[in-house]
């Protein structure tokens, strides 16, 4: 079965220690934007070697590996000498799809690490996003309680945000490169 991949099959199941969507697959593989990679996701689905967690999602579609991809990725890593690993846990896998298609949310999740103010959280999140601004980080922190990804408490007069225990699960997950 290994033989039949072609070298981008076999580049994709390789970096898949997590599940992900087309845009971080194509950086890890080292092709330009202007690649296409659905195709090939496509042609793996058909396979039974990945599949699509969340397949309603407009944006942001996220691929995990199927049993028989987590056993082929295990083989041809091995082939490599490279450590095997592969994390899917029980989560909201349209939510974290939501989360990961916007760099903006991506930066303020991995910012949100304790709970912090709107300024401390922007003040971090520009480690991860130097174009992020106040009102961007607001706009997002506000979207996150409505999601219920994170809480806003007001302790005196200062606002601050904290993730809930789904926020937690989602910004883990995001962590694992």
């Not at 979207?143 to 989602?170: D, N, P, W, Y």
């Amino acid at each position: 079965m290994k033989q039949a991949l072609s070298k981008r099959q076999k580049a994709v199941l390789e970096v898949m220690s997590k599940p992900k969507n087309p845009a971080e697959i194509r950086g890890q593989i080292g092709l330009s934007r202007a690649n296409n990679i659905n195709s090939t996701l496509k042609q793996l689905i058909d396979l039974n070697l990945i599949r699509c967690l969340n397949s309603k999602a407009k944006t942001g579609k996220l691929y995990g590996l199927t049993k028989r991809g987590e056993n082929l990725r295990k083989i041809l890593l091995k082939e490599k000498s490279m450590p095997f690993n592969y994390a899917e846990p029980h989560l909201n896998w349209p939510l974290y799809g939501w989360v990961i298609c916007g760099r903006q949310k991506r930066a303020i999740l991995k910012a949100l690490s304790a709970p912090m103010s709107l300024r401390y959280i922007k003040d971090k999140a520009h480690n991860y996003n130097p174009r992020i601004s106040r009102e961007n980080a607001n706009d997002i922190l506000q979207l996150f309680v409505k999601k219920e990804i994170a809480l806003k408490q007001r302790q005196g007069v200062r606002v601050i945000f904290t993730l809930t225990k789904q926020g937690e699960k989602i910004r883990n997950q995001l962590l694992i490169p």
